[in-house]
Each structure stands twice: as C-alpha cells, then as structure tokens.
C-alpha cells in the first residue's frame, strides 16, 4: 500500500523534479525550507495545479498522469485539503462548513458525531466561521476535509498562521486524529517539532529536489542531511513505556534498543511515545562517569561524523542496537576522546533534556 | 401632494417598467459578468465594450438602434412579431427593454466588482470537497456576490425611473403605455402652465431616487453581515 508521487514541472524561477514513494497509512510529511515545492506537491496531489509531467497514485488508483492523460479534476478525486488559511465559507454556519463536503459524497466510515468530539468543536457547532478563533477555525477545516470521506488527506502548513498556545492547543488532536481514523495524511511543515511528533515518515526537500525520504527515525537521525544541519537537530526514537517508579518519580523507557529514564509520565504501561532527543543535550563519554546525577548513559558505536556549520562543531551520529542518536560536540572533544567511525562511545543524556512526545506528563 | 389620477398612473407604470427591466436584465448580467471575469476567450474585449456602450452613446442613438433592431420590420423585431405575436415597438415592454438596455452597463459592472473581489481560495476549498462547476456558482460563488448584486440591481431600478431619451425614442411617450415619470415631466412642461406639475412630478421623482439609492447602502451593509464579514 504505497502512495506514488512524481512531478516534473518549470517554472520561471525554479525547476522542479520530484518523487517519492510512501506508505499510505500514517502520516507523511513533507519538510523544507519554504519555497521548495512542499505547496506544489500538495496542490498537484489535490488536482488544483497540473505540473508539466506527473504521476500520482494511491495504492495504485491513479489520480494524475501525464503520459496517459488521465487527469481526475479535484471535485473527483477524494483527496481532502486542508489549508493554512482554514477557508472556511463566511455565509455558512460552521455545522453547514462541516457538512459541506459529507453531502457530496457517498456515506462512509468517518462519523459526523465522531469527528466532532474528537476535534472538540460540538460547542461551536451553530456559530459563523467569523466568531471563532484560529486555532478553532482550523479545528473546524480539518473536521470538514475528514467529513469529505477523503481517501487521502493534504494539510498545507495548518499549523503556520497559529501562534504557539494555539499549537501546542491543536498537536494533541492531531496525534489522537491520525491514531483514531485510519486514513493516509501528507501534511507540510517546516517545524521539527510537528515533524517529530506527528510524522512517520518523512520526504525531506530542498530546491524543487527530494534530499531524502524514510521513516522519521531514520531520516531525524542522519548527521548528513539538512535537518542535521539545524541548531535544533536531534534524533528521534519510537518507544514504549515500560515502568513507572514511584520513589524516583521516573518512567523507564524502551526504545531503540536501549533504556531510557524520563521524569514521571502520565501514560499506560505498555504505551507507546516518542522521545526527541536534541543533539546539543547529548555528552560523549570513553568510560562511564561515577558519582554523576545523570541517568542515563547509553553505548553505542560512532557511524558518521560531519562539521556543523562554520566549523565550530560535529554532528556525530551514534548508531544503538536498534537506532540511533545525534549528539553535537566540539572539534576539539573529537580530538580528546579519539573518536572515527567505528568507535565505540557511552552517550550521556540528562532525563530532563529528553522531549517525550505524544504522551502527556502529569501536573 | 395632489396628484391626479393620469399622474399616478405615469408613477405606477414607472415602477412596472424599472421592474420589469431589472427582472429580466439582472439574470443576463450575471451571466455577462461572470463570462467576462472567468473566461478567457477571443472577443472578449469586444463583448465589454458592447455592454458598456449605452453607457458612453447618447440615449437617443441606443433608442434609434432599437429602433432598427426590434421595429417591427427590424431583425430581431420581426422575427418576434412574426412567430410569437410580440411586438415591442411603442410597448410598456418596450419601454422596459430600453430601460433594461440602459442600465445594463451599471449592473454588469457592479456584480463583477463583486466577482473579482471573490475569494478564489473558497471556491478552491470547494473543489477539494467535491463541489462540481454548477454547484460552487450556486453555493458559494454567488451568495458571496450577491450584496453586489442586489446593490446592482437597486441602483439599476433607481436609473430605470429616469430612463428618457432611450424610451422615448423607442417606446415614444404615449400616457398609460409608454408615459413613465420623467415622459410625464417632459410632457407637463411642453404645456403652457404645466410648471407645477412638472415640479409635482419631479419631487416624486426625486424622492423615488433617494429611496433607491438609501436602500441600496442598507441593503449592502445588511448583506455583509448576514454573510459573516
């Protein structure tokens, strides 16, 4: 079950060559600088702009295709599009925007009651898009594009035009969304954090050019692309919880082949999170400190070593059994600790310096 | 004000005429408007220019060249009187036609003023959710025009009740038929003492043009908010 994508198209600016490939369950996201063709891909997918060559298909129905001509106008195609500027029609009440797209389509397995409750909008249900607040009326857009009973579901940046309490408001229906309704989501970002929290995979893009496509561990994790390149990079990893201890207010970790303490969370046993962990947090160590307040110290073997921007550091990338971590040192701890490829080195992670996403902390 | 019966008759035939010609001209100059802002295709700068022509031509030459189009004799008038019995020369419905020519430029003008300030991302929005051509005109393209619209359409009947040289060419001035306000004035005064008439008749006029341009800012401001801006 693949979602194909590939697009050739000038324009007077830029020349854009784009493909990839990606599951179609979870969601994909498509991260880059603006400018890069994370727009057009979107509104190529949605029928909107018809590039010079193209082919899409989800798990092989074809929506576009220049070779053989076929090309599904958008009101045809069952592809949700949700935008940065919501869009929401002023003369409709926000229930008549949410049903706009449900009554021109066929009854189908995404419920009107449900999509309400999990968007929390029934309160809002009888006013006009006018009364409402962004992080609202985005609330409300991404209701009415899921109600179309989309087989594929497009949000441009919905998330840009919102400042960061209104985030940090819509994130958590976002991760309920995508674990409650199983539907394929291609969404735009240029934030690492929706990138690590909500993503799966990732179609990393630069210039009209894909530099890289995979799953988000592995792509947040490489020390030779561009998002290691942000002062902000720092590596990714699915986890379980796997105990909580009362008496350290800690919550032991399983992921990546390792053990990871965090401060106490608010999750289930057996749940699963995911831990970002920033690659300037992380210390290198030949042989393992005592007496030291951290909890955590993870081995793992040096795999690539790349110079950050002006020389001034390296990203090293530190394979684990079963992924892998960023950590961002000095040239000149490089020298003292001998450290190539092939090394092997303990990782220091201070607990508190671990994000945990997609599980809530208490308090 | 004490008008008599023939006067209230030239007030009532008013209203019927501006009516008549804002019902029937206000579909066409939708569709005109919407032609002209959507599409792209040869001629398109000619089919402007012929809309707005009444508005630049002396009301007479538009009355004369209805004349030649839908006398009796005339291409299109012929052809009306000879299959459908119509006949619009020295008509109420004549008279409506000259209107409806006359303020067809303002109509046409005001609703593309509306089109062009539509948001094309709602109609995009509409795409995606599957909403065809016919359904996105109906559902949302319109409504979100129709303060131009019916603004359009109000300041259309306001010109429509002082419509003269087109209709008095065309429909001539006969009392009861073809005798609207501004006929009736023009009448009062080829008559020696008919001053106060006139001046009677000209303060209906000029109260009836008030009234429609009044409404025509309410109706504005009132649709706006119904629409949610």
Not at chain 1, 74 to 86: C, I, K, N, S, T
Not at chain 1, 100 to 123: A, N, Q
Not at chain 2, 101 to 111: D, L, Q
């Amino acid at each position: 079950m693949t979602l194909t994508f590939r697009m050739r198209h000038h324009f007077p600016a830029i020349d854009m060559d784009m493909g990839f490939e990606t599951p179609s369950s979870g969601v994909t996201m498509l991260f880059g600088p603006s400018g890069c063709g994370k727009t057009t891909i979107i509104n190529a997918a949605a029928g909107l702009f018809r590039p010079d060559e193209c082919h899409i298909s989800i798990d092989g129905k074809v929506l576009g295709d220049t070779k053989t001509g076929i090309w599904l106008p958008p009101e045809r195609r069952r592809v949700g599009l949700v935008f940065q500027d919501a869009r929401l029609f002023p003369h409709m009440s926000i229930e008549t925007n949410l049903r706009f797209g449900m009554r021109r389509t066929e009854p189908g397995s995404i419920r009107f009651d449900e999509v309400v409750d999990l968007l929390g909008i029934r309160h809002l249900l009888a006013r006009r898009p006018k009364t409402l607040s962004g992080g609202e009326r985005q609330r409300v857009a991404i209701g009415r594009g899921l109600l179309a009973q989309p087989h594929l579901l497009l949000m441009d940046e919905p998330l840009a035009s919102l400042d960061a309490p209104r985030k940090a408001e819509i994130l958590p229906f976002l991760t309920r969304l995508k674990t409650a309704l199983k539907l394929p989501i291609v969404y735009v970002t240029h934030s690492p954090d929706e990138l690590s929290q909500l993503g799966d995979s990732v179609v990393l893009l630069e210039k009209g050019r894909v530099v890289a496509c995979g799953s988000v561990p592995d792509v947040a994790g490489r020390a030779d692309l561009p998002l290691g390149q942000r002062d902000d990079a720092g590596a990714v990893l699915v986890c379980r919880v796997a105990e909580h201890d009362g008496d350290s207010a800690l919550t032991r970790l399983e992921g990546g082949g390792v053990t990871l303490w965090v401060p106490n969370q608010d999750a289930e046993i057996g749940a699963a999170c995911r831990v970002r962990i920033p690659a300037r947090e992380v210390i290198l160590a030949r042989r393992s400190p005592e007496a030291i307040s951290l909890h955590n110290i993870v081995p793992g073997t040096v795999r690539r070593m790349t110079d950050g921007p002006r020389r001034q550091s390296v990203l090293v990338e530190i394979a684990l059994p079963d992924g892998v971590l960023l950590s961002r040192v000095t040239p000149d701890a490089i020298s003292r600790l001998a450290l190539e490829p092939g090394s092997a080195v303990l990782a220091l992670i201070k607990s508190t310096s671990i994000e945990v996403l997609g599980a809530t902390t208490p308090g | 004000m004490n008008l008599t019966a023939e006067e209230w008759t030239a007030v009532r035939l008013t209203l019927i005429v501006a009516a008549r010609a804002v019902g029937f001209g206000l579909p066409l100059a939708v569709i005109t408007a919407w032609v002209l802002v959507r599409h792209r295709f040869p001629g398109r700068s000619l089919l402007n220019a012929f809309v707005h022509l009444p508005l630049v031509l002396p009301p007479v030459v538009t009355g004369w060249l209805l004349l030649i189009l839908f006398g009796i004799r005339g291409p299109i008038g012929s052809l009306l009187y000879d299959y459908l019995g119509i006949r619009l020369v020295f008509t109420t419905a004549g008279a409506s036609l000259a209107c409806a020519v006359m303020t067809f430029p303002v109509m046409v003008r005001s609703i593309r003023l509306s089109l062009e300030a539509a948001d094309m991302g709602l109609e995009q929005a509409a795409r995606t959710l599957g909403a065809g051509r016919l359904d996105r005109l109906f559902n949302i393209t319109l409504p979100l025009a129709s303060p131009g619209i019916l603004v359009g359409a109000v300041v259309a009947y306001a010109t429509c009740l002082g419509e003269f040289g087109a209709v008095i060419t065309f429909a001539a001035n006969i009392p009861g038929q073809t005798q609207t306000l501004p006929l009736a004035i023009y009448a009062a005064l080829q008559v020696p003492g008919g001053e106060a008439k006139a001046a009677e008749l000209s303060m209906v006029s000029l109260t009836l043009a008030l009234i429609g341009l009044l409404l025509s800012e309410w109706l504005g401001k009132r649709l706006n908010v119904a629409l949610g801006r």
